[in-house]
């Protein structure tokens, strides 16, 4: 991150401060700022050496809010969001039932004109993700949780990508896409590795990826991103749905999947009862499609990916340590998944990398196979990043080169060729699957830290160990009374 971003962020943040006295909060502030921010690039990509058509109405673009203050400048920016709102396409869903939360115009204003200030677009392709991952940080330090703490580390998406090795003229699908990382990395990739031509374009720009996201303000967001990358435009159907993936089998199939859902282990859907009375019940799905019925999310997810992946089509997906060795239908699940799909490899994750706590997580890389009386997983590669490894958010960032010697011992070339390693070790079909519940939680290096206090980590490292794992334990005490208070 150049000090030029640092310094951006560090303003914006600092005005959120200003906006906080007016009962403005951090999520009312960053979804004001997405919206002005992206009539300001909009703006600047509609001119040359760009000169792309945005769409947007004059009436209601970046410039239409120059030269106005006060209950003018208020009356105009209610009146852009709901207009914008109303426009057909990617355009209206951005803006979709948008409102004006800066109650004070000439805060409104300031706001406008530190935005005006800097030409975004000149700061590089990867600004607007710094910014937001930024806020992101500053937020999850600021009230420890809140939007964005599980927002997937950009370094390990690339180098998930990296792995994937995609092509052009394929399609992509990540069923809880936030904020779109997935698909701009997919897109800075083909476009630095691929000379392409006009179809090629073509066809990334407008059917390349599909995704779907819960979260309305999130949506805005990724479509946002979308559209500053170019892929669609504002006429466009949206490539982005706003709900919930898991409820069917949309019965599109794909041939890249890559995604990281969000963490949360059970499914759950708020209930009245006859009294009036409000309590969660868990959430299962239903589906022909599904080889076991569940509550627990992450399974459901893995079980979806799987339908939705074309025969020979490829996925990577992040997933918590629960989906390994959890038993009933979880071992059910892996049991299909590594007869059904060849199950290649898997990458131990470190503890550290999440704005949530308590997060231990892997990456399970998988491609789908036709139907066969053998199991079409020979053996599973897994590479330990976790063991002995320690990252923090604030003083030891995980970075691309954190995942260097990974991605080489995957190796996207052909990963037929592979060879062992002190992190990297194979297991074969038969050793995992006489494992009690076909666990694949497998770790085989040595922890320093047990027994050897001269090798024991920072304190600071430490102290937020400790921490993670009360968070854990936590987490599942809380699922748990969730669980009885279903049943009662």
């Given at each position: 991150?150049?000090?030029?971003?640092?310094?951006?962020i560090s303003k914006v943040w600092n005005f959120c401060h200003t906006l906080r006295d007016d009962g403005v909060g951090y999520g009312d502030y960053l979804e004001q700022l997405t919206f002005l921010l992206f009539l300001k690039m909009a703006d600047e990509y509609s001119k040359?050496?760009?000169?792309?058509?945005?769409?947007?109405?004059?009436?209601?673009?970046?410039?239409?809010?120059?030269?106005?203050?006060?209950?003018?400048?208020?009356?105009?920016?209610?009146?852009?969001?709901?207009?914008?709102?109303?426009?057909?396409?990617?355009?209206?869903?951005?803006?979709?039932?948008?409102?004006?939360?800066?109650?004070?115009?000439?805060?409104?204003?300031?706001?406008?004109?530190?935005?005006?200030?800097?030409?975004?677009?000149?700061?590089?392709?990867?600004?607007?993700?710094?910014?937001?991952?930024?806020?992101?940080?500053?937020?999850?330090?600021?009230?420890?949780?809140?939007?964005?703490?599980?927002?997937?580390?950009?370094?390990?998406?690339?180098?998930?990508?990296?792995?994937?090795?995609?092509?052009?003229?394929?399609?992509?699908?990540?069923?809880?896409?936030?904020?779109?990382?997935?698909?701009?990395?997919?897109?800075?990739?083909?476009?630095?590795?691929?000379?392409?031509?006009?179809?090629?374009?073509?066809?990334?720009?407008?059917?390349?990826?599909?995704?779907?996201?819960?979260?309305?303000?999130?949506?805005?967001?990724?479509?946002?991103?979308?559209?500053?990358?170019?892929?669609?435009?504002?006429?466009?159907?949206?490539?982005?749905?706003?709900?919930?993936?898991?409820?069917?089998?949309?019965?599109?199939?794909?041939?890249?999947?890559?995604?990281?859902?969000?963490?949360?282990?059970?499914?759950?859907?708020?209930?009245?009862?006859?009294?009036?009375?409000?309590?969660?019940?868990?959430?299962?799905?239903?589906?022909?499609?599904?080889?076991?019925?569940?509550?627990?999310?992450?399974?459901?997810?893995?079980?979806?990916?799987?339908?939705?992946?074309?025969?020979?089509?490829?996925?990577?997906?992040?997933?918590?340590?629960?989906?390994?060795?959890?038993?009933?239908?979880?071992?059910?699940?892996?049991?299909?998944?590594?007869?059904?799909?060849?199950?290649?490899?898997?990458?131990?994750?470190?503890?550290?990398?999440?704005?949530?706590?308590?997060?231990?997580?892997?990456?399970?890389?998988?491609?789908?196979?036709?139907?066969?009386?053998?199991?079409?997983?020979?053996?599973?590669?897994?590479?330990?990043?976790?063991?002995?490894?320690?990252?923090?958010?604030?003083?030891?960032?995980?970075?691309?080169?954190?995942?260097?010697?990974?991605?080489?011992?995957?190796?996207?070339?052909?990963?037929?060729?592979?060879?062992?390693?002190?992190?990297?070790?194979?297991?074969?079909?038969?050793?995992?699957?006489?494992?009690?519940?076909?666990?694949?939680?497998?770790?085989?290096?040595?922890?320093?830290?047990?027994?050897?206090?001269?090798?024991?980590?920072?304190?600071?490292?430490?102290?937020?160990?400790?921490?993670?794992?009360?968070?854990?334990?936590?987490?599942?005490?809380?699922?748990?009374?969730?669980?009885?208070?279903?049943?009662?």
């Amino acid at each position: 991150m150049t000090d030029n971003t640092s310094s951006i962020i560090s303003k914006v943040w600092n005005f959120c401060h200003t906006l906080r006295d007016d009962g403005v909060g951090y999520g009312d502030y960053l979804e004001q700022l997405t919206f002005l921010l992206f009539l300001k690039m909009a703006d600047e990509y509609s001119k040359p050496p760009y000169s792309r058509d945005t769409h947007i109405p004059k009436k209601f673009n970046w410039p239409s809010l120059m030269g106005k203050t006060g209950a003018e400048l208020e009356a105009h920016y209610i009146e852009l969001l709901q207009k914008l709102g109303e426009e057909k396409g990617m355009l209206g869903q951005i803006f979709f039932k948008a409102q004006n939360k800066i109650q004070d115009p000439a805060k409104l204003y300031k706001l406008i004109q530190m935005i005006n200030e800097e030409s975004w677009i000149m700061l590089g392709t990867d600004v607007k993700g710094d910014i937001y991952e930024g806020l992101l940080e500053k937020n999850a330090e600021d009230t420890k949780s809140g939007a964005g703490q599980y927002f997937t580390p950009r370094a390990l998406i690339a180098a998930m990508v990296e792995c994937m090795k995609p092509e052009p003229m394929k399609t992509l699908a990540d069923p809880a896409c936030g904020t779109g990382g997935f698909f701009l990395a997919y897109y800075d990739y083909l476009a630095k590795n691929y000379k392409l031509d006009k179809v090629q374009k073509e066809f990334l720009k407008y059917k390349t990826v599909t995704g779907w996201e819960i979260v309305a303000n999130t949506t805005r967001l990724c479509l946002m991103n979308l559209f500053l990358h170019n892929i669609g435009d504002m006429n466009s159907e949206p490539p982005i749905t706003r709900n919930d993936s898991l409820i069917s089998d949309p019965g599109k199939r794909f041939d890249y999947i890559l995604t990281n859902p969000p963490f949360g282990k059970k499914s759950s859907v708020t209930v009245t009862n006859e009294e009036g009375e409000q309590k969660k019940e868990a959430l299962t799905y239903n589906r022909q499609d599904f080889w076991a019925t569940t509550s627990n999310k992450q399974l459901n997810f893995v079980q979806h990916i799987r339908s939705i992946l074309k025969i020979d089509g490829r996925a990577a997906v992040v997933v918590p340590d629960n989906v390994l060795f959890e038993g009933g239908a979880g071992e059910i699940i892996r049991k299909r998944l590594l007869t059904s799909c060849d199950v290649h490899t898997l990458l131990r994750l470190p503890t550290g990398i999440f704005y949530a706590q308590g997060v231990k997580a892997n990456v399970i890389f998988f491609d789908n196979k036709p139907a066969s009386k053998d199991p079409w997983t020979k053996e599973v590669w897994i590479y330990d990043l976790r063991t002995n490894i320690h990252f923090t958010l604030k003083t030891n960032r995980m970075n691309s080169e954190s995942l260097t010697d990974f991605v080489k011992c995957y190796n996207p070339e052909n990963r037929h060729k592979r060879k062992e390693s002190e992190r990297f070790k194979k297991f074969s079909y038969n050793e995992l699957t006489t494992r009690d519940k076909t666990n694949l939680d497998i770790f085989w290096l040595k922890d320093d830290s047990l027994g050897d206090m001269e090798n024991l980590p920072d304190p600071d490292v430490l102290a937020l160990e400790i921490v993670e794992n009360l968070e854990a334990g936590l987490n599942s005490f809380k699922e748990i009374v969730e669980s009885l208070n279903g049943k009662e």
